[in-house]
């Protein structure tokens, strides 16, 4: 059984661990800007959202990738940029239309959630459960999912 | 079930895995005319600065890739196809036969006619053979003059100029990716180049080139003459439509296709820079020759092929992202505007920052940024959803930077789940 | 290290940036944030200087553990000599600023003399420039912080900024961050508006790195987040109901100041709860309180986000006050209500959004108003001075009123950017501010806590909760319960708390967490990001050195044991109702015990060795 991020913004306050969490663990250091989840804050509506990659079906990035630098992870179904492969053309920065893949200027490529291999950080950091590591077929899940296909449909 | 595909460049191994997918027991023959296994023409500026080794260029990168996949690669020019007996001629002789065939021959460089244009040491930049003639000539300190600074023109740019060498661009047009960024963005990308030590000269036109000795002398149309000691072609792109020539295959700029990526033949299909596709924004069918573009295509035309019913192409979205010396660019969709629409723009100039917004109702239809790395995709996905907006056109006309919470607050899931919606 | 022993230097009078290597000898000794600024400022300026003029210093300062994974490690502090009260100042902020300059890549901020120009800070990374203010000065903090946020094209860009009331030169302004995270005490945004300096704007991408030793420091910091979700005031109580969980509490056990502290209960105080954050109002149902949020890094999340009521008088016809902001903390609630005798809810979240909006202490300035509404009680003070405000204790009217014209320094508002003791000097009657060393007291009435009368009396800020919070043991029980009403055993207690308040302020942590944690929690968490050899103990003796410190300043400010004191109305008019009834604070008993134990002469000084002992 294949698990997946599921995100609960109404839970979340905020309060950044995810993003220390996943930089620390991706970066060896404590450096949001350079996260794979991100937090975004709705000051007037007083809200938070947690948001990284869904790990699409459709897989936008990696249909993108002219250089076979995103593949598929066999364990996890996350789909993983492999470094030494990426060129840095930013082409899947483009082509995911969720905005979770990102120019790192500093090494020159690109960089999104791998879900840690299995074992993401993020929800491990995160005080409040906004983020949990859950079976796929879970619930709250089907929100997203349902939401990403119908966000651009397939063709 | 013999599947030929006709290119082998990303729309024809992206058609190929494809089918092999959809139809396990199917025949999949992908014939190609260069020398090197399928690579990545949007990879050779990395190869151009060494980033990459020659192989960091290739599309698939373990060499048993494609046999592993049972599909059937040729290196060979494909000289005829035989629309009646539905076989594809092969130059060195013997056809293949098919009873689906996709055209994915790509485009290639045109030159402008313009005297000397045809002296050796002008490169186009476009195959890996030419990338290693420019790599061995653009050295540091060496004169280099580039034609074009359209979006290929762009790419190599920075390569270039990462050489060491003394570079010049010279561009036809007003402005720098005159079909990707608007007068604004333009002009502040080509300030940025000379910033960065490159001469730039828009609205400028190379009239003649001459052999002086070892170099160029290049003659503009402003009168001036600029000494060059290589010479880098990047001046347009065409489809290669040549092969259909006589078919009875209708084209038009590219090969003309229906929402099937099917053409005039019901078994001959189009994909990737040849076909003239269905643009998502304007409804028109052109030719987009971009990577992602090419990747639906061929997903598309595979499924087609595979004999999938429903797989209809609602339109690709034209989108470039561009990285112009550390300056990172990226345009989509109607980025110049919509009849009728709204714009919001932002603009600091010190910075080189931009970012424009165009609306139509309360949908984002287009979208330029400079300076923006992060969430850009997200840009595509308003576009391509039709996202309704609500409340947060109004705060995107305010401020766009606030692109990905109206993103977050206007789709369903999250925006319900954060109670915003 | 987790020190990224660089500073910046900002000489403001030349227009300079500078980057110099952090004294790493002063930081092995007082750490950081608060304690390792105040040692550049000692060391620094003349502590005898006038505080708004260019000689004196501004430092914005983080601490080690700021922007680290250790739970609240967000925090920074702006330390500078203050105007409010002529001694040295710190306040301590959360939101995000602190966490992105030390992504920048600094330790510190020291800015230095006065710009000839209204300029902003814009600090990316090693690059830092100064600004032309044209364009924001004369603005308040959120529009500073909408127009550079807007000009950078950059959302994540953090800003720490003043408003109009510093230009306007209140005495007690803040520097907001984050739009409504606030150093909020003693006037140190007074100082940096004197400065002409606008806006510090900060983008930091470099990360905080150089952890001593990884594996130890994320071991105890899941162990410091573990203590703090299992206690009940750090696990729900601060989240569910922030600081304000504190309001039913303290006016129960009689420690409310009331009304300018005459009193120390307030009848209204349970419409200003937390608890009445959290009803559903009339008009849209909804409740005051929208969420809680939290500041970067903090796991607790005390912070409040309300909205006002949208039918209520103060917004009626100001839309911009609609959405959600910063809403009522303990504190603020207390000081804008119970001390001014108002409990109109949505009136007290509009004052609060102003003090935000243009950076003015809620506890300065409300017990300034009400300080003002008694003596416009006794006839000190009338219409024709107050430019025809009714100011009558208990009038939501003349609080919100007021809290518009301190915003922008306009009219009767220039009086009240005075703060209490200038006030009511100026008025004849300086009987009636309630302060210590010219500091506005906080929401403790020392009459029913004891050590909270010497805590108050001998802080070096001035009157403040947050310099040796003995509520915590006296009220609440932690780490022990002690006798609020007893004054033997609270020398001991408040220099305890003094001294463990100054080692935590100096970490990059959050004071709240000390609800939960003592030091015994937080210095295996430093000791794993620090070198040197962070124990308990050692954190302690820093924190000693600090408080020696501080007190050092003031005494070369030209502070005495004179003004270690309380107003006469805490030390002889006994308190009127509740557990505390008949009861005054017994400062007299305490006092010399406490110089005592301090190894101070009698006159308060800190002795030759003492200082040696402890190297200040």
């Known amino acids: 059984m294949l698990k997946a991020l599921q995100l609960e913004p109404e839970k979340c306050t905020g309060c950044l661990q995810c993003e220390m969490a996943c930089s620390y663990e991706n970066e060896g250091i404590f450096n949001p800007s350079k996260s794979r989840i991100k937090v975004f804050t709705f000051h007037e509506e007083g809200r938070f959202a947690p948001y990284t990659c869904t790990q699409c079906a459709e897989a936008w990035c990696l249909h993108a990738c002219p250089v076979e630098a995103i593949v598929i992870n066999p364990v996890t179904g996350s789909k993983d940029v492999l470094e030494d492969v990426c060129v840095g053309c930013k082409v899947c920065t483009i082509a995911c239309p969720f905005g979770t893949v990102n120019y790192n200027a500093d090494t020159g490529k690109v960089i999104k959630c791998d879900l840690c291999g299995g074992e993401p950080a993020c929800a491990s950091a995160c005080p409040t459960q906004a983020i949990t590591y859950v079976d796929a077929d879970h619930t709250g899940l089907d929100r997203m999912r349902a939401h990403a296909a119908q966000t651009i449909p397939r063709n | ?421 | 290290m987790a020190w990224t022993r660089k500073i910046l230097r900002v000489n403001l009078t030349k227009g300079t940036c500078v980057a110099e290597p952090l004294n790493m000898d002063w930081a092995t000794k007082y750490l950081g944030q608060r304690g390792l600024a105040s040692k550049y400022l000692a060391e620094e300026i003349d502590p005898a200087c006038d505080a708004l003029s260019p000689a004196n210093n501004l430092i914005m300062a983080t601490g080690p553990l700021t922007g680290t994974m250790a739970s609240t490690g967000g925090r920074y502090s702006v330390i500078t000599k203050s105007p409010l009260t002529g001694a040295i100042a710190c306040s301590n902020s959360g939101g995000f600023i602190g966490n992105e300059i030390k992504n920048a890549g600094w330790d510190m901020i020291i800015f230095e003399g006065k710009s000839p120009k209204p300029v902003y800070l814009y600090l990316e990374n090693d690059n830092a420039t100064l600004c032309s203010a044209d364009e924001i000065w004369g603005k308040s903090v959120w529009e500073t912080d909408d127009i550079l946020h807007t000009k950078y094209q950059d959302p994540l860009l953090r800003i720490a900024a003043v408003g109009r009331a510093a230009e306007q030169g209140c005495l007690y302004s803040a520097v907001v961050n984050d739009k409504h995270r606030a150093a909020g005490r003693s006037g140190v945004g007074t100082v940096m508006a004197s400065k002409n300096l606008k806006a510090v704007a900060v983008r930091g991408t470099k990360g905080v790195g150089n952890i001593r030793d990884p594996q130890a420091f994320i071991r105890a910091t899941v162990e410091g987040k573990r203590v703090l979700a299992e206690n009940a005031m750090t696990g729900e109580g601060l989240g569910a109901l922030g600081t304000q969980a504190l309001m039913n509490v303290i006016n129960e056990v009689g420690a409310m100041p009331t009304r300018n502290m005459r009193e120390v209960q307030f009848e209204g105080a349970s419409k200003i709860s937390g608890e009445a954050m959290l009803e559903p109002r009339e008009s849209d149902g909804k409740a005051n309180l929208t969420t809680n949020g939290a500041c970067f890094g903090c796991t607790i999340a005390c912070g409040r986000i309300s909205t006002i009521d949208p039918q209520h008088y103060t917004i009626a016809d100001k839309p911009q006050y609609a959405g959600n902001s910063g809403g009522l903390e303990y504190e603020a609630a207390w000081a804008l209500g119970s001390n001014t005798g108002v409990d109109d809810l949505d009136a007290l979240t509009y004052a609060n959004f102003l003090c935000n909006e243009d950076g003015y202490d809620p506890i300065s300035f409300g017990a300034t108003v009400s300080a003002a509404m008694e003596l416009f009680q006794i006839g000190a003070l009338t219409t024709k001075d107050t430019g025809g405000l009714e100011l009558k204790f208990g009038s939501a009217e003349a609080l919100t009123k007021a809290a518009e014209l301190v915003a922008i320094g306009e009219g009767f508002g220039k009086d009240l950017g005075l703060g209490s003791k200038r006030l009511c000097d100026k008025y004849g009657h300086p009987e009636l501010s309630m302060t210590v060393k010219g500091q506005e007291f906080p929401a403790y009435d020392p009459r029913g806590i004891q050590g909270m009368g010497l805590a108050y009396a001998t802080s070096n800020r001035g009157a403040c909760h947050l310099r040796g919070y003995t509520v915590s043991s006296e009220i609440l029980g932690v780490p022990v319960k002690t006798d609020p009403f007893a004054t033997e055993g609270k020398p001991e207690l408040v220099k305890a708390f003094q001294d463990a308040t100054a080692a935590v302020d100096s970490a990059g942590l959050c004071v709240f967490t000390t609800f939960a944690w003592t030091l015994e929690d937080i210095a295996p968490q430093v000791a794993a990001a620090c070198e040197g050899n962070w124990t308990a103990e050692s954190m302690v003796e820093a924190g000693e050195r600090i408080w020696n410190l501080e007190r050092k300043f003031n005494i070369d400010a030209g502070l005495t044991a004179a003004d270690d004191t309380l107003p006469e109305r805490l030390l002889k008019d006994a308190a009127k109702t509740g557990p505390a009834k008949g009861k005054v604070n017994e400062l007299g008993k305490m006092l010399p015990q406490y110089y005592q134990i301090r190894g101070w002469t009698v006159d308060g000084v800190p002795t030759a060795e003492t200082l040696a002992r402890l190297s200040v």
């Not at chain 2, 596709?277 to 573009?293: C, L």
């Not at chain 2, 034209?318 to 990285?323: A, H, I």
């Open chain 2, 1 to 421: 079930m013999n599947h030929v595909i006709i290119g082998a460049g990303p729309a024809g191994v992206v058609a190929a895995e494809t089918l092999r997918k959809l139809v396990p027991e199917a025949n999949v023959t992908l014939v190609g005319d260069e020398q090197e296994p399928p690579y990545s023409r949007m990879a050779l500026p990395y190869y151009l600065v060494q980033q990459i080794a020659e192989s960091g260029t290739y599309l698939r990168k373990s060499s048993d890739h494609f046999s592993r996949l049972n599909i059937d690669v040729r290196q060979d020019k494909v000289a005829s196809i035989n629309r009646k007996q539905q076989q594809v001629m092969l130059s060195s002789g013997g056809a293949v036969p098919y009873d689906k065939l996709l055209i994915a021959t790509g485009s290639r460089p045109v030159s402008p006619r313009i005297p000397g244009m045809d002296l050796p040491g002008i490169y186009a930049c476009w195959t890996l053979e030419d990338a290693r003639n420019i790599a061995a000539r653009s050295k540091p300190g060496a004169k280099v003059l580039l034609m074009g600074a359209g979006f290929i023109g762009c790419i190599i740019l920075e390569a270039l100029a990462k050489s060491g060498a003394d570079l010049t661009v010279v561009e036809m047009e007003d402005r720098m990716v005159p079909r990707m960024m608007n007068d604004t963005a333009g002009g502040l990308i080509k300030a940025w180049c000379e910033e960065q030590g490159v001469h730039v000269h828009t609205s400028t036109k190379v009239t003649a080139i001459e052999k002086n000795g070892g170099s160029f002398s290049v003659t503009l149309n402003t009168g001036s003459t600029i000494t060059a000691d290589l010479i880098v072609s990047a001046t347009g792109v065409h489809p290669n439509v040549d092969l259909l020539a006589g078919t009875g295959v209708e084209t038009d700029d590219g090969i003309l296709v229906n929402r099937n990526m099917q053409t005039n033949d019901p078994n001959i299909f189009a994909a990737g820079d040849v076909a003239q596709g269905r643009d998502f924004s304007t409804g028109e069918y052109s030719v987009q020759a971009i990577q992602p573009t090419a990747a639906e295509h061929a997903q598309l035309a595979a499924r087609n092929m595979a004999g999938i019913v429903g797989a209809v192409h609602r339109g690709s979205v034209n989108m470039n992202v561009l990285d112009t010396l550390g300056l990172i660019s990226s345009s989509f969709g109607l980025w110049m505007g919509a009849k009728d629409g709204q714009t919001s723009e932002l603009l600091n100039r010190d910075r080189y920052r931009y970012l424009n917004l165009q609306f139509a109702d309360d949908v984002l239809v287009g979208a330029t940024s400079l300076g923006l790395t992060q969430h850009v995709g997200v840009l595509r996905g308003l576009i391509q959803s039709k996202t309704r907006l609500g409340v947060w056109k109004e705060r995107l006309l305010e401020d766009p930077t606030r692109i990905m919470e109206a993103y977050l607050g206007s789709t369903q899931a999250l925006g319900f789940n954060a109670r915003i919606l």
